[in-house]
């Protein structure tokens, strides 16, 4: 929220080319490398915004992406909380996560609504 108010201000201000609130917390995530104590939470804030947004526009190309599904991966106990994270994977990518994590990570009522009561 603070990202995307400080971009809002600087367009307000007459600023130019300033990029958009996902591109700020993509690149902020870049930089700050997997070993900075802020990366887990850039990178969270950039994949509920990614996630959000994409659904709002109703297009789903970029939230099946390949460097997503390798954040999830990472930190499989996000889906606790975003599950768009693993029902926007690709459905290898999905049998994958459940094969490297199980159904740890997901209600009981998700995981009977899916179908991987197999795999609980």
Avoid: C
């Avoid at 917390?25 to 070993?35: N, T």
């Avoid at 939470?41 to 190309?61: D, L, W």
């Amino acid at each position: 929220d603070r990202v995307g108010d400080l971009a809002r201000a600087a367009r307000n201000s007459g600023a130019k080319n300033v990029l958009s609130v996902r591109d700020i917390l993509f690149r902020l995530a870049k930089q700050l490398g997997k070993d900075h104590p802020w990366y887990r939470i850039v990178t969270v804030a950039f994949m509920v915004k990614n996630t959000t947004t994409t659904t709002r526009e109703g297009t789903s190309e970029f939230v099946k992406s390949p460097e997503k599904d390798e954040f999830v991966f990472d930190n499989p106990s996000a889906v606790r909380f975003y599950i768009g994270l693993y029902t926007n994977m690709s459905d290898e990518n999905k049998i994958r996560f459940v094969n490297l994590h199980g159904t740890k990570f997901f209600t009981n009522s998700f995981i009977e609504k899916e179908g991987l009561d197999l795999f609980a």
